[in-house]
């Protein structure tokens, strides 16, 4: 099982944002939607032990965190439409504080980073890393950015974390989990 | 320098699609668009070396391949939409059988597999190839399917390619680029 939370810093926390136009007035959901795929599919299905949680930090009531659950998710595509259809559903239901079922496997509430840390540890994805391949045992639990970097109340808040890197280039999120879970794949196989 | 084709078994070859529907009436063009950017984009910044030529065999008039030059392309964003909307535009124009340029860095022609082969050697990335960790030199020039395996035309036309596997999970193209990118990124900067 492998968890995957991405900080969305521009993310709408409503139902009202279009799919037509998810990297700009939903504030660049895309990114998050592709980071969702890339945690939950596989070419023809789903990888049943992964969840991906987004923490959305825009307009017009943050922090909101959405979860997406490998094992009960159902009629998730890979088109970025897809989970962004799920999102606006999920962000047009009122939430509290618990998790709120908004379909399969798709679930709300409020509050953001600081609970998820509360509840497990997380490493984070950074560039600046440890090499993941150099690692005998990987955590399970990975914390990433969208297009902007971790601000300074973030920064803070995970200080602690252990770091890994996923390569020596700089990639968009969703590419990074991608990676992260081939190395998996590779150990779960004994390909390594 | 790494070149990537993808064949796109059910694009359309004119430029009537909506942005709207990448997924349904385009074609499954979804699939395409995140092959264009897994091979070209990095987080901030192209992949300059790079090319990914979509060969597309929907209706109206296939096959056409539209080619995307990591060079000379423009405001190319990671969402689909922004690779979608330099296709619909290169399919709009006329072409004849040789490449015509739609926007920078893209450009449109008649023609598909068969002559691509012609005027070049292509690893084909396959589930079942010769795992990518384990070849002391990749070639710089690979061919994969959509969300489709290959016709039995394409496979006669493919079959003495030599064939290259990502890993042990089968995925979606754009995570297989993403894959071999990341090889291909670590020995370039000495990490493997």
């Not at 895309?30 to 890339?38: I, S, Y």
């Not at 789903?46 to 997406?68: H, I, M, Q, W």
């Not at 005998?136 to 109340?153: C, V």
Request: proline content about 5%; aromatic content about 6%.
């Amino acid at each position: 099982m492998v968890s995957f939370v991405v900080i969305g810093h521009t993310a709408r926390t409503d139902g009202t944002f279009s799919l037509n136009d998810l990297a700009g007035g939903a504030g660049r959901m895309d990114v998050l939607c592709r980071c969702v795929n890339a945690s939950l599919l596989l070419s023809h299905g789903v990888r049943e032990d992964n969840d991906c949680s987004l923490v959305l930090l825009g307009s017009p009531s943050p922090p909101k965190t959405v979860k997406f659950s490998g094992n009960t998710v159902r009629s998730l595509n890979p088109d970025e439409r897809s989970p962004a259809a799920f999102l606006k559903k999920a962000l047009a239901i009122p939430c509290g504080s618990e998790f709120r079922e908004a379909a399969p496997g798709v679930a709300v509430r409020k509050g953001g980073l600081n609970r998820l840390l509360q509840e497990g540890s997380y490493a984070v994805l950074d560039e600046n890393g440890t090499d993941i391949r150099n690692v005998n045992l990987l955590p399970s639990a990975f914390l990433l950015s969208d297009h902007r970097n971790f601000t300074d109340d973030e920064k803070a808040l995970i200080e602690d974390c252990p770091r890994f890197s996923v390569g020596p280039a700089v990639l968009h999120a969703d590419h990074a989990i991608t990676i992260l879970l081939n190395e998996i794949d590779r150990r779960n196989a004994g390909w390594r």
